[in-house]
Nanobody, 128 residues
Framework: QVQLVESGGGLVQPGGSLRLSCAAS????????IGWFRQAPGKEREGVSC????????YYVDPVQGRFTISRDNAKNTVYLQMNSLKSEDTAVYYC?????????????????????WGQGTQVTVSS
């Protein structure tokens, strides 16, 4: 069955870095775009970034632009989210999700309905 498993979360000080991983199984990763979302306590789940199936197209929401980098290794069935210069407002549970398409668009960092499978999430806490 389709599975997405996030890892790499943890506690980090402001200004620090983390790299999240999303391990995919049960389907051919190379045929799907993948997105990252996050949900802070008491808030709606929001989009963070998306990467196309081949990795040649990426999108980011403004609050993370220039600090986060999404990448993928289809041979390893894994998508990554490198997070640098972390801020307290980045504290959230981070989820990866499989898009219903090979491509990404601006809509893919806005609409959860464009995704069909989700991981269980990994907690990121930015605090001194």
């Amino acid at each position: 069955q389709v599975q997405l498993v996030e890892s790499g979360g943890g506690l980090v000080q402001p200004g620090g870095s983390l790299r999240l991983s999303c391990a995919a199984s049960g389907f051919t990763l190379a045929y799907y775009a993948i997105g990252w979302f996050r949900q802070a306590p008491g808030k709606e789940r929001e989009g963070v970034s998306c990467i196309s199936s081949s990795g040649d197209s990426t999108y980011y929401v403004d609050p993370v632009q220039g600090r986060f980098t999404i990448s993928r290794d289809n041979a390893k069935n894994t998508v990554y989210l490198q997070m640098n210069s972390l801020k307290s407002e980045d504290t959230a549970v981070y989820y990866c999700a499989r898009a219903r398409s090979l491509f990404c668009s601006r809509a893919h960092v806005q609409l959860r309905a464009l995704y069909d499978y989700w991981g269980q999430g990994t907690q990121v806490t930015v605090s001194s």
